[in-house]
């Protein structure tokens, strides 16, 4: 009786184990399909096809040589338009009757229309010409233009990221310690340093190791985090991956899987502009989960 206890015992051990590993399965490919479906998206990161920063002054833009904002590609026009950079903000003005859009509905009919404005780090004038659509972004002191082809190559030739085995020893509890100061420094690939709200420090263990790493409050529903570990540079993307995290509960409590540790946009496109990881944020740890390296960026 007693050995008939300890099977069924044990079988229903096994069955928990492999409903719950399971269940992560599951889960982490679920968030891989949205993570997939957004990158294609007309806002993702797998159609960009030039950042062209701009100089104060009149900025012309097009196919032909010797443009300062330069894109070539047979079905852009040689001279489309100008960006005008003055002050604080930005305007655009128009070189020929080419039909050019903003959010693919009003024709921009003016000659002169402003789309940017100081204040803002992206503008909300999203401008289009056919397959094309770009949009002024600010970084710190730099102004420029991000430019996409909604029918790029990396974009329809996409298939997928490599991603390590999906594993429940990946899936770590964690404590996140408040932080002793308000703000993280982060510097990006530009080499520009900014601060960023400091969420505090996040606590973890693996193999009776105890890692820390300090996280961002984005404002969102979870925290953020951009890391390296020793995989960097080998199976993973180089500059480091980023990861999510729930927001603790009032002890401070959350976990961290790195199943779902994503790369930056740079893995995908040279024309993105991604933060880069801290050195506090650099461990000493080999974590075989999550997105594997990408492309040649």
Same mark, same amino acid.
């Given at each position: 009786?007693?050995?008939?206890?300890?099977?069924?015992?044990?079988?229903?051990?096994?069955?928990?184990?492999?409903?719950?590993?399971? %269940?992560?399965?599951?889960?982490?490919?679920?968030?891989?399909?949205?993570?997939?479906?957004?990158?294609?998206?007309?806002? !993702?990161?797998?159609?960009?096809?030039?950042?062209?920063?701009?100089?104060?002054?009149?900025?012309?833009?097009?196919?032909?040589?010797? +443009?300062?904002?330069?894109?070539?590609?047979?079905?852009?026009?040689?001279?489309?338009?100008? @960006?005008?950079?003055?002050?604080?903000?930005?305007?655009?003005?128009?070189?020929?009757?080419?039909?050019? +859009?903003?959010?693919?509905?009003? +024709?921009?009919?003016?000659? %002169?229309?402003?789309?940017?404005?100081?204040?803002?780090?992206?503008?909300?004038?999203?401008?289009?010409?056919?397959?094309?659509?770009?949009?002024?972004?600010?970084?710190?002191?730099?102004?420029?233009?991000?430019?996409?082809?909604?029918?790029?190559?990396?974009?329809?030739? @996409?298939?997928?990221?490599?991603?390590?085995?999906?594993?429940?020893?990946?899936?770590?509890?964690?404590?996140?310690?408040?932080?002793?100061?308000?703000?993280?420094?982060?510097?990006?690939?530009?080499?520009?340093?900014?601060?960023?709200?400091? %969420?505090?420090?996040?606590?973890?263990?693996?193999?009776?190791?105890?890692?820390?790493?300090?996280?961002?409050?984005?404002? !969102?529903?979870?925290?953020?985090?951009?890391?390296?570990?020793?995989?960097?540079?080998?199976?993973?993307?180089?500059?480091?991956? @980023?990861?999510?995290?729930?927001?603790?509960?009032?002890?401070?409590?959350?976990?961290?899987?790195?199943?779902? %540790?994503?790369?930056?946009?740079?893995?995908?496109?040279?024309?993105?502009?991604?933060?880069?990881?801290?050195?506090?944020?650099?461990?000493?740890?080999?974590?075989?989960?999550?997105?594997?390296?990408?492309?040649?960026?």
């Amino acid at each position: 009786m007693k050995k008939a206890a300890f099977i069924l015992f044990a079988i229903t051990i096994t069955f928990n184990t492999f409903a719950q590993s399971k %269940a992560l399965t599951d889960s982490v490919n679920n968030w891989y399909k949205k993570r997939n479906y957004y990158l294609k998206k007309e806002d !993702g990161w797998l159609n960009l096809e030039g950042l062209f920063w701009l100089h104060k002054g009149v900025n012309t833009f097009g196919s032909a040589a010797g +443009t300062d904002c330069h894109y070539q590609h047979p079905m852009f026009p040689e001279q489309l338009g100008s @960006f005008v950079y003055e002050g604080d903000s930005v305007v655009w003005k128009n070189a020929t009757a080419n039909t050019i +859009t903003i959010h693919k509905k009003a +024709t921009l009919k003016e000659e %002169a229309y402003k789309v940017f404005s100081a204040g803002a780090s992206y503008s909300d004038k999203v401008m289009d010409y056919g397959q094309f659509s770009w949009v002024i972004i600010k970084r710190e002191d730099k102004v420029g233009v991000r430019f996409r082809n909604l029918k790029a190559n990396t974009l329809l030739n @996409f298939k997928g990221i490599e991603r390590f085995p999906v594993s429940d020893k990946w899936k770590l509890k964690a404590r996140l310690v408040p932080p002793a100061q308000d703000f993280l420094m982060i510097t990006n690939v530009l080499g520009q340093t900014t601060a960023s709200k400091n %969420a505090g420090t996040l606590h973890f263990q693996k193999e009776g190791i105890e890692y820390t790493l300090d996280v961002i409050d984005e404002g !969102g529903p979870t925290l953020f985090i951009v890391f390296a570990d020793q995989t960097s540079g080998i199976s993973t993307y180089g500059a480091g991956r @980023f990861i999510d995290v729930p927001k603790p509960d009032k002890d401070g409590n959350t976990e961290i899987d790195f199943n779902i %540790a994503y790369n930056p946009p740079c893995a995908f496109t040279a024309f993105a502009t991604c933060p880069l990881p801290p050195k506090q944020n650099r461990l000493v740890l080999k974590i075989e989960a999550g997105e594997k390296n990408y492309g040649h960026h």
